[in-house]
């Protein structure tokens, strides 16, 4: 039912910034989007988190302050811009959506995942 394409990744040398998408096929209201990251040998970690409806964000403590999301209600998208990348940034970055609860989407448990997008940043 639900798709999600994202794009916006590539390569960045530290400091720099980059601006991911994250456009949904039908209905978003009233559920969290946002972006989860894997490196190489990391668990996937959540980044951050949108609620449709509301509008309220939530920011892991390693990309608060560096990283914004935001959402286009009339373009059904979803923004991260990610400033100051660091290389510890490094990793592909999937958009996710679905969950209800904001404690549910942090853990994964999202019916909706997008394909992908590869972030790197260079020291």
């Known amino acids: 039912q639900l798709q999600l394409v994202e794009s916006g990744g590539g390569s960045v040398q530290a400091g720099g910034s980059l601006t991911l998408s994250c456009t949904a096929s039908g209905y978003t209201y009233n559920m969290y989007m946002g972006w989860f990251r894997q490196a190489p040998g990391k668990e996937r970690e959540g980044v951050a988190s949108i609620h449709t409806g509301g509008g309220s964000t939530f920011y892991a403590d390693s990309v608060r302050g560096r990283f914004t999301i935001s959402q286009d209600n009339a373009k059904n998208t979803v923004y991260l811009q990610m400033n100051s990348l660091k290389p510890e940034d490094t990793a592909m970055y999937y958009c996710?959506?679905?969950?209800?609860?904001?404690?549910?989407?942090?853990?994964?448990?999202?019916?909706?995942w997008g394909q992908g997008t590869q972030v790197t940043v260079s020291s």
């Open positions: 996710a959506a679905g969950a209800v609860t904001f404690s549910n989407w942090w853990r994964g448990a999202n019916d909706y």
